[in-house]
């Protein structure tokens, strides 16, 4: 079989899906290998940087960065709420014994707790 002048200047071919491409690198699975959700936070930190920070979210798609960044967010703000809730929760009296008493009352507190928190998290992770 006759060799094309790509494949004289040692370039080689993958496979994607039924089809043979030039491997150029595009399809490496590097952003694969970090198996980390994406999550609520990283879909909005997503939306934000398409929206109001193009340059910035090119710059991340194309060095490849972007998934990394974006499951970063999501991390900082899953910590953010694992950090923040008991602490809020003890500043407003959100207790057990209140949680077995007035359920409704709990979960409504509770609720507002994890509003104010997300107020925080937009506005010192996502949309910055």
């Known amino acids: 079989m006759e060799q094309n002048i ?3 200047m040692g370039g080689t071919y993958i496979k994607v899906g039924d089809y043979y491409v030039p491997n150029l690198g595009q399809f490496e699975d590097e952003e694969e290998t970090d198996d980390r959700p994406l ?3 990283g879909m909005l930190r997503r939306t934000y940087l398409e929206e109001h920070r193009k340059p910035l979210y090119n710059h991340l798609l194309l060095s490849g960065e972007l998934h990394s960044h974006l499951r970063d967010v ?3 703000a899953q910590q953010m709420i694992d950090t923040l809730l008991p602490q809020y929760k003890v500043k407003q009296g959100v207790t057990e014994e209140l949680k ?3 359920q409704l009352l709990w979960v409504g507190m509770v609720n507002n707790i994890i509003a104010q928190i997300e107020e925080i998290i937009y506005s010192e992770v996502v949309y910055i």
């Open 39 to 41: 999550g609520k936070y």
């Open 74 to 76: 999501n991390e900082q």
């Open 100 to 102: 077995a008493k007035e």
């Open 6 to 8: 790509f494949e004289k």
